[in-house]
T-cell receptor, first 117, second 110 residues
């Protein structure tokens, strides 16, 4: 199957700073990537859908000015958590669809654990 | 009411047991049904992918979909300690949006 990587795998930052998380499709070009957040023992919550070359589509309740998404190339999407606060601490996971792949089949990255002090 | 309901467990079974994991849903428009396995601090990996109703088997894993009851199941035969993980059901009506269950934590004891 297709491979998706994320960097960093974990990050600790001070409150008020910004953190950038990268999501890369390694062996395919992904026109669409997804960003999820997962709290402990809870399910994946879709934050936004990232489309290459256009603005991301955010889910209801997700602040687009706080969670900046850039999908500048067919293999890279970035999520920037701006002015992070402790309540933003979570596990952030990206996924991507493989062109021509089965509808709704997503390949997930390994996730990034963000801890805001 | 959540669109997808899944018992979070934990579910603990001895090695070799048959495991049954289930989800119920409320949206009759769901057509695509998936099961993902997620190890601790890792991203989910796709186990089974089914469209509409019926059964699908892949090795020790069998997925069942009963659209009339809005109920899906994943069976694991001859369970192994390496099967210990969280299992997430997921479903979609089409398009890109996928709704995930809360995940069931499974422990297989050697």
């Amino acid at each position: 199957g297709a491979v998706v990587s994320q960097h960093p795998s974990w990050v600790i930052c001070k409150s008020g700073t910004s953190v950038k998380i990268e999501c890369r499709s390694l062996d395919f070009q992904a026109t669409t990537m997804f960003w999820y957040r997962q709290f402990p023992k809870q399910s994946l919550m879709l934050m936004a859908t990232s489309n290459e070359g256009s603005k991301a589509t955010y889910e209801q309740g997700v602040e687009k000015d706080k969670f900046l998404i850039n999908h500048a190339s067919l293999t890279l999407s970035t999520l920037t958590v701006t002015s992070a606060h402790p309540e933003d601490s979570s596990f952030y996971i990206c996924s991507a669809r493989e062109p021509g792949g089965r509808l709704n089949e997503q390949f997930f990255g390994p996730g990034t654990r963000l801890t805001v002090l | 009411q959540k669109e997808v309901e899944q018992d979070p467990g934990p579910l603990s079974v001895p090695e070799g047991a048959i495991v049954s994991l289930n989800c119920t849903y409320s949206n009759s428009a769901f057509q695509y049904f998936m099961w993902y396995r997620q190890y601790s601090r890792k991203g989910p990996e796709l186990l089974m992918y089914t469209y509409s109703s019926g059964n699908k088997e892949d090795g020790r894993f069998t997925a069942q979909v009963d659209k009339s009851s809005k109920y899906i199941s994943l069976f694991i035969r001859d369970s192994q300690p390496s099967d210990s993980a969280t299992y997430l059901c997921a479903m979609s009506a089409g398009g890109f949006k996928t709704i995930f269950g809360a995940g069931t934590r499974l422990f297989v004891k050697a």
